[in-house]
């Protein structure tokens, strides 16, 4: 059974739990896309892992973990979670798996990253400076680009280093006015992460192919959400790979026909990091609770989260596109407690009713949304794993979840922990 879990809000729904949870069933978990942009949270009893970049599958240490092709690589991270796995006594020795065509995320993107979007003044997308944007500007532009196989000939490396820096340097001079940047501590710092990182590269695309001919389980993992797509999202308000679950086939070659099952992970309201329109956003004291209570803050910049309620418009674009089979819905349980919840069926837009969500960023600043009204529950569901068992007006929501988007709910979440998820099948 292969199966790919992607977002489908604004990213930050929770992916990383449900990963987890399912790699007990795979033997192999794949990140196809995003780079350390990302941040998972995957807590186990009393420990809490925090990653970025390696798929949150690592913490099952009998899964093996391949980062993909699409994904953008920044090595000084990526040593750092696998150093702190090992501290915790996990290691990644022998069953990691890094593409040697994913493009390298250096210290220049970085800082090209929050030079431009210091420039950019209050049109700034909200990046989260991790020089991902950049990154993924190289490998379209294709002549300033380095991938991991460069990590294994360091002459070369030094070449074409010598290259970029120098073109690197033209640019941050004449558009920032920022110093240059000195191409042999780029090049050091190159050095450390080959010697750590070069045994780890390989074609994943064959391995991949060969766990499949072998009837391995596989299971792809997406980073951010589909409203984060280059292609399908918010753009310009967006990341710069495509973050939906159309990014899975592009990002680690294997065909999309080859997954049983997509599942798409979503809260029980909606959050956003950065800028860009948020139709169902409460900037509000229902925002503040909704933040307090789900501890929305981000994972990697630790920014707080704007929050606002469930909106079924997004959910049922995101499934679409994404070809979803079914829905894991976290954060049931930041919800109790409060009075009456409201999720978002259509909106209005100039005048006409609409429930297909328009990506087109000026349009959302002007929808309106129409909410259906539900009543609250004030019990605690964070110890119930029987569906059957959670208040009436939790299954009724779930209910208006699945009536809304028109896909079934199969997984809700009641808490943080691996166990705080009730499956429905
Ligand atoms: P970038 O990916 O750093 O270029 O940021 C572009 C936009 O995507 C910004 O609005 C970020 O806040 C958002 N973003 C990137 N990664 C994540 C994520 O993992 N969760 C939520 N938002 C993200």
Redesign the pocket.
Known sequence: MNRCVVGLQ???EGKGKVVDILAEQSDVVVRFAGGA???HTVVIGDKKFKLHLMPSGAVRDDACCVVGNGVVMDPEIFIQEIEGLDKQGISMDSRLFISENAHVVLSYHKLEDSLREASLGKNK????N?G??PCYSDKIGRSYAIRMADFRDLASLKDKLTKIVEYKNKIFSALYDAEPIDVDSVFESCKVYADKLVKYVTNTTKYLHEAIDDGKNLLFEG??GAL?DLDHGTFP????SNASALGMAPGCGVPSRLVDDFLGVIKAYTTR????PFPSEQDNEIGQLIRDKGNEYGT?TGRPRRCGWFDGVVVKYSAKIGGIDQLAMMHLDTLSGMKELKLCKSYIVDGVETDFFPSDAKTLEKVECVYETLPGWDEDITAISDYNDLPANAKAYVDMVEKITGVRVGVVGVGPGRSQAIFRN
Do not use: C, E, M
């Open positions: 604004w990213g930050d942009n990302a941040g997308i909200g990046t989260t991790r991902i944007g980073a951010q984060l308000f967006v990341t710069s990091v950065g800028a860009g990697t």
